[in-house]
């Protein structure tokens, strides 16, 4: 009988325009198993990692959102065949991090990636469903159509995969680009996923991951002036009102938190949206 | 000499005679009460005077309420929706809204007369649009009020409960309307506050309401200035606050809102650029940017304030436009023939003066048109200022006036970077004969609303309001309801509340 | 496979050469503004490179100068104003000698109840009927002058022009021979429409030089436009530039006998030509919208969109003409209200 082979472990670092730096900071953090075992040196963000994710999104908001929405639909179809190509890693992530069941953690990663799958679909739809044409009283063309708002700014709720996954996705559907700060307990499997988008047709800046103490970083990004909205979904714990005020500086628009994990849902694509009227006038003449 | 030389003495066609519209019309109080749970009351506050801005006459004594009285108001709200409101079916709310519509349409033009001599916006505008819109308004959101389930926002969605809305001077009963007609019609009450300056016809449609025999407490209207309007917002019993007016109250009212579970929208200022390529539809497009600034005397946060206008024909846009500035008419605003009317305070003047000093000092070129400024009230020459740097203020600030700012671009991607370049995102307008380059354009431009080759259209069915710091949530159309509905669907608002 | 440059090369064979190499009439106005070798293609590319018009704007903006309200004095200058602008015109199948004498009568005399109505500025009628309007008018023809009233003749196979140059020619040239001061052309709309301006534009410059008398002085050249048959404002602002271009001293709406006839959008986009037209040379040119125009509260409209355009400065029977009949009894009526305080009837003013 030979003896175990040694594993390698997996150094985590942050997700910042397509690359994988560690904190400009230099600070990690112990992420620890649920039975208190050691996991992972998970990278500290400082204020300056957010500032350069912000900085990477805002790069990367007009390619995004100027991909078509079958483009953007397909390109995120891809996460979900890579993620599913991975599932065995991510539950056994899972497992490790929040000490729940295999069964438990392969229900967790499949809702996350139906979930996903759901989202993708959405790409080249939701402007038909949130838009309209408008019947003015003249004679004009005018039509409503929901555009991305930009920048969004996430607190990632508390869970591994599924809650990264429910609200990042909404977010990049509609053409946005995202600063997410992940689970501060659980982050292991946002990095994991940041290394499927590495690799897949997702535009390097389109995602951005910073790891470390919400509580630390989300005044930052609150506060940005360059952030143009603001999902508190995972801020239960934090002083989120502080958040919210700090957001109306420059007027972000601002989902509150939410308990557990939010359902899949339009109004979530929508809330991070600008309808866009255009008129233009019509005649024969 | 033909005979009629003479008639006129040697005066100007152009001048034409006075055609003031009739004051007749109108029958005023000397003094109004706040209008709570379906009576005029007395006010706790100290009262204050409204007067006309045109000739700084005194109109009316209004009522002033203070804390009491904005609670008093909330709770009549409350308890109208609670008893009342959300009882009636949609349709018979609708009904009401369509009374109101139609009351609207018969005292048109007693409301445009007192909108004009309370505001001092020209009567043409007032008469031929304000009013208009207003009854247009009501017959819109009257006929959503029992088809919500229709609305795209998933099924049968509730009703917030106490609407809070405080709106501007610069179109008192457009909006008003823009604010009550959704609120009603999804099923809210509503308590309003009409802008300091100009509270008249907002009274005047207290008295409409009566006549609709809407059941009291639906709909309360106090008078006051700033400070009346933050107590409302901050009335703990509200369920919802809908502002429009300037950034700076906008984002001091999100503050305040924060974490209280009220579903806020804010329609606030705006920047918008007027963009003229060379090969737009040349006439119309300088009909486009006198309506597009100097409409309201540039009174409108969705104003075409910052020309942007390709330079190779930049002279001849700049030289077109100072001829037919030429031939606007400034003066009393209940002339029929009036283009420009009163400035609406001392304090906008004022403010209007400094910028423009401001724009001067920063090396612009000024060029006033020629008008005759009244002695009385508070008047300000529509103003051009030509060679405007993307720095200078009055480049980025909202001057809120009949004052136009001109830069130039060469390419459309330049057209487009500098029109997105400020913190607002409202309105623009593009001009071209060029399908393609205006939707390629109308994509790229950070703005609500965008007009291509026509400027300042407003309709209910058309959904308003902006990008950025111009404000969120927007106001007309199927869009303008999901402001005053709580969806089944929708993240809930209340749901972080229960920290 | 064949070679792009052949299906280039074949299409101009086809269009662009024959159009380079036909040379149009140099008149002065063209030369100066399209350089001295003046051909159909220069004509096509300046014609084509106008400003685009936006037909909603237009017509909000002429809707909007329609809601002037005109009181008083401003009021009762208009309305004398505009009965000296008014070309008063028959142009019926069976107009008569005796008819046209009294279309002059009434043109001399509008108001028999009240002489200080001035008179109109020029009768219009068919060419044939031209002896008749000159004799009628005696002493009082203006020929040309700016005393007296003038007599118009509509020519070139008026209304339609569909006729040889040869007889569009004669017939102005008979009606100048007998005495018109003025010549209302109609311009060749099937050639307009189907490209051919320089068709258009030639015989416009050969009706110009038909208008010449024997002492070297010309009538006066209306173009009409007939714009109820040019589909797009675009076309409008083509055919008026082109009309200018060729020499017209006027542009005219229409014939009278096309619905539309004059509206306001039209008549305010051709008023927008002028004005651009003298800002580009100095030069004045007249508008006359013609047709449709009964009340004065319409004609007062067109006043206003003079004024606001052009220029008050264009109100004057020298760069603004009224082509109407029924009109001049409504201002009449106006005229009489606005004199005696008390509404007036169809009976207090004359049929011509």
């Given at each position: 009988m030979t003896a175990a082979r040694l594993a390698i472990p997996k150094t985590y670092k942050l997700y910042i325009g397509g690359k994988f730096p560690r904190s400009e900071s230099g600070r990690t953090y112990e992420i620890v198993s649920s039975s208190g075992a050691f996991l992972a040196n998970a990278a500290k963000a400082s204020r300056k990692d957010a500032r350069d994710a912000v900085v990477a999104a805002r790069a990367a908001v007009a390619g995004w959102s100027g991909a078509t929405g079958y483009n953007r639909g397909q390109v995120l179809y891809r996460i979900a065949e890579l993620l599913e190509g991975r599932r065995a890693q991510f539950v056994?992530?899972?497992?490790?991090?929040?000490?729940?069941?295999?069964?438990?953690?392969?229900?967790?990663?499949?809702?996350a990636i139906d979930t996903w799958v759901w989202y993708a679909g959405w790409a080249d739809k939701y402007v038909q469903v949130a838009g309209n044409g408008n019947p003015v009283a003249g004679p004009y063309f005018n039509l409503s159509t929901p555009e991305p708002t930009g920048v969004v700014a996430i607190i990632a709720p508390g869970d591994s995969l599924l809650g990264f996954v429910s609200v990042v996705a909404p977010a990049l559907v509609a053409g946005n680009t995202v600063v997410i700060v992940a689970s501060e307990k659980f982050p292991l499997s946002a990095i994991s996923l940041t290394e499927v988008l590495a690799t897949s047709d997702v535009p390097g800046g389109v995602i951005n991951v910073l790891t470390g103490s919400p509580a630390e970083i989300a005044p930052w990004l609150a506060s940005h002036a360059d952030v143009n909205a603001l999902d508190l979904a995972g801020a239960e714990d934090l002083e989120w009102v502080d958040l919210q005020i700090s957001a109306a500086d420059t007027l972000k628009r601002v989902l509150p938190p939410v308990s557990g994990i939010p359902s899949p849902s339009l109004d979530r694509i929508v809330a991070f949206t600008e309808t866009k009227t255009v008129w233009h006038t019509k005649s024969l003449l | 000499m033909p005979s009629s030389e003479l008639?006129?003495?040697?005066?100007?066609?152009?001048?034409?005679?006075?055609?003031?519209?009739?004051?007749?019309?109108?029958?005023?109080?000397?003094?109004?009460?706040?209008?709570?749970?379906?009576?005029?009351?007395?006010?706790?506050?100290?009262?204050?005077?409204?007067?006309?801005?045109?000739?700084?006459?005194?109109?009316?004594?209004?009522?002033?309420?203070?804390?009491?009285?904005?609670?008093?108001?909330?709770?009549?709200?409350?308890?109208?929706?609670?008893?009342?409101?959300?009882?009636?079916?949609?349709?018979?709310?609708?009904?009401?809204?369509?009374?109101?519509?139609?009351?609207?349409?018969?005292?048109?033009?007693?409301?445009?007369?007192?909108?004009?001599?309370?505001?001092?916006?020209?009567?043409?505008?007032?008469?031929?649009?304000?009013?208009?819109?207003?009854?247009?308004?009501?017959?819109?959101?009257?006929?959503?009020?029992?088809?919500?389930?229709?609305?795209?926002?998933?099924?049968?969605?509730?009703?917030?409960?106490?609407?809070?809305?405080?709106?501007?001077?610069?179109?008192?009963?457009?909006?008003?309307?823009?604010?009550?007609?959704?609120?009603?019609?999804?099923?809210?009450?509503?308590?309003?506050?009409?802008?300091?300056?100009?509270?008249?016809?907002?009274?005047?449609?207290?008295?409409?309401?009566?006549?609709?025999?809407?059941?009291?407490?639906?709909?309360?209207?106090?008078?006051?200035?700033?400070?009346?309007?933050?107590?409302?917002?901050?009335?703990?019993?509200v369920n919802k606050v809908a502002f429009t007016g300037s950034t700076a109250v906008g984002r001091a009212i999100a503050k305040s809102v924060a974490g209280t579970g009220k579903k806020l929208t804010l329609e606030l200022g705006g920047k918008a650029a007027n963009i003229v390529f060379d090969d737009a539809p040349i006439d119309q497009a300088v009909e486009g940017i006198v309506n597009g600034i100097f409409f309201n005397q540039g009174h409108v946060c969705c104003a075409g304030s910052r020309l942007l206008v390709q330079e190779n024909i930049h002279e001849e846009v700049v030289d077109r436009l100072k001829q037919r500035l030429s031939t606007l008419r400034l003066g009393d605003p209940l002339d029929k023939n009036t283009d420009i009317g009163a400035i609406n305070s001392r304090e906008q003047l004022e403010r209007i003066r400094e910028l423009s000093d401001v724009g001067e000092a920063e090396g612009a070129d000024r060029w006033t048109a020629e008008c005759v400024i009244p002695e009385n009230g508070f008047w300000f020459a529509p103003t051009i200022f030509d060679n405007v740097s993307t720095s200078s203020r009055i480049a980025r600030e909202e001057i809120f006036g009949p004052v136009l700012s001109v830069l130039t671009f060469r390419t459309p991607a330049e057209a487009i970077s500098k029109a997105n370049n400020t913190p607002y995102?409202?309105?623009?307008?593009?001009?071209?004969?060029?399908?393609?380059?205006i939707l390629a354009v109308a994509d790229q431009l950070k703005a609500g609303v965008i007009w291509a080759n026509t400027f300042n259209r407003f309709d209910p069915a058309s959904p308003f309001g902006g990008y950025k710091e111009s404000g969120y949530g927007r106001e007309g159309g199927r869009h303008g309801l999901a402001a005053y509905l709580q969806t089944a669907t929708a993240p809930e608002a209340h749901e972080g509340a229960k920290k | 496979m064949r070679h792009p440059d052949k299906l280039l090369w074949s299409y101009c064979c086809n269009t662009m050469t024959i159009e380079t190499t036909v040379?149009?009439?140099?008149?002065?106005?063209?030369?100066?503004?399209?350089?001295?070798?003046?051909?159909?293609?220069?004509?096509?590319?300046?014609?084509?490179?106008?400003?685009?018009?936006?037909?909603?704007?237009?017509?909000?903006?002429?809707a909007g100068l329609g809601t002037r309200?005109?009181?008083?004095?401003?009021?009762?200058?208009?309305?004398?104003?505009?009965?000296?602008?008014?070309?008063?015109t028959t142009l019926e199948g069976a107009d008569t000698?005796?008819?046209?004498?009294?279309?002059?009568?009434?043109?001399?005399?509008?108001?028999?109840?009240?002489?200080?109505?001035?008179?109109?500025?020029?009768?219009?009628?068919?060419?044939?009927?031209?002896?008749?309007?000159?004799?009628?008018?005696?002493?009082?023809?203006?020929?040309?002058?700016?005393?007296?009233?003038?007599?118009?003749?509509?020519?070139?196979?008026?209304?339609?022009?569909?006729?040889?140059?040869?007889?569009?020619?004669?017939d102005t040239a008979d009606a100048v021979a007998a005495g018109a001061d003025e010549i209302d052309m109609v311009i060749d709309r099937g050639a307009f429409l189907s490209g051919r301006y320089g068709e258009v534009f030639d015989q416009i410059v050969a009706v110009k030089d038909a208008c010449r008398r024997a002492d070297g002085s010309y009538a006066h050249l209306k173009v009409i436009l007939e714009t109820g048959e040019l589909n797009t404002y675009d076309n409008v602002r083509r055919a008026s530039w082109l009309s200018i271009l060729a020499g017209g001293d006027f542009i005219k709406t229409s014939t009278g006998k096309v619905s539309p006839a004059a509206t306001l959008?039209?008549?305010?986009?051709?008023?927008?030509?002028?004005?651009?037209?003298?800002?580009?040379?100095?030069?004045?040119?007249?508008?006359?919208?013609?047709?449709?125009?009964?009340?004065?509260?319409?004609?007062?409209?067109?006043?206003?969109?003079?004024?606001?355009?052009?220029?008050?400065?264009?109100?004057?029977?020298?760069?603004?003409?009224?082509?109407?009949?029924?009109?001049?009894?409504?201002?009449?009526?106006?005229?009489?209200?606005?004199?005696?305080?008390?509404?007036?009837g169809p009976d207090y003013v004359t049929i011509d």
């Open positions: 056994d992530e899972i497992v490790s991090a929040e000490g729940v069941t295999a069964a438990a953690a392969s229900k967790q990663v499949d809702a | 008639n006129l003495a040697g005066n100007s066609f152009l001048e034409y005679a006075p055609a003031p519209e009739s004051t007749a019309i109108l029958h005023l109080r000397d003094s109004y009460g706040l209008f709570i749970d379906g009576d005029f009351v007395a006010g706790h506050g100290k009262s204050f005077a409204t007067i006309s801005p045109a000739t700084e006459k005194h109109i009316a004594e209004i009522a002033n309420a203070n804390e009491q009285d904005v609670d008093t108001a909330v709770a009549a709200a409350r308890r109208a929706y609670e008893k009342t409101w959300s009882k009636l079916s949609g349709a018979d709310r609708g009904k009401y809204l369509f009374r109101i519509a139609r009351l609207v349409q018969e005292r048109a033009r007693e409301l445009a007369v007192a909108e004009s001599l309370d505001n001092g916006k020209p009567i043409k505008e007032s008469r031929d649009v304000d009013i208009p819109l207003v009854a247009a308004w009501f017959f819109y959101y009257a006929g959503w009020a029992d088809k919500l389930d229709h609305a795209g926002l998933g099924a049968s969605p509730r009703a917030l409960g106490v609407a809070a809305q405080v709106i501007p001077w610069n179109f008192p009963l457009l909006m008003l309307a823009w604010k009550i007609a959704p609120a009603l019609a999804a099923g809210n009450t509503v308590v309003l506050k009409p802008a300091e300056t100009t509270p008249l016809s907002a009274l005047l449609f207290a008295e409409i309401l009566q006549q609709a025999d809407l059941p009291a407490g639906v709909v309360n209207i106090i008078t006051g200035a700033g400070d009346t309007g933050q107590a409302l917002v901050q009335h703990p019993d995102g409202l309105s623009a307008g593009i001009w071209s004969d060029k399908g393609s380059k | 040379a149009l009439a140099p008149t002065e106005r063209a030369t100066r503004l399209l350089g001295g070798d003046l051909t159909e293609r220069a004509l096509r590319l300046h014609l084509e490179g106008l400003s685009g018009v936006d037909a909603v704007g237009l017509e909000q903006r002429a309200s005109i009181k008083t004095t401003s009021k009762a200058w208009a309305l004398d104003r505009i009965i000296e602008l008014i070309d008063l000698p005796g008819k046209v004498r009294s279309l002059v009568a009434k043109a001399l005399l509008p108001d028999p109840s009240d002489v200080t109505a001035p008179r109109v500025a020029a009768v219009c009628v068919y060419g044939d009927m031209v002896p008749y309007a000159v004799d009628a008018l005696g002493s009082a023809h203006a020929a040309g002058t700016d005393q007296g009233i003038n007599v118009a003749a509509v020519a070139t196979a008026f209304p339609s022009g569909r006729a040889s140059l040869r007889v569009k020619l004669a959008p039209v008549t305010l986009l051709m008023l927008e030509v002028v004005r651009d037209w003298h800002r580009l040379t100095g030069e004045k040119v007249g508008v006359k919208p013609a047709g449709g125009i009964r009340t004065s509260k319409d004609a007062i409209k067109y006043l206003v969109t003079v004024a606001e355009t052009a220029g008050e400065q264009w109100l004057s029977p020298h760069l603004f003409r009224f082509g109407a009949s029924s009109l001049l009894n409504d201002v009449l009526l106006q005229r009489q209200k606005l004199h005696t305080g008390h509404y007036s």
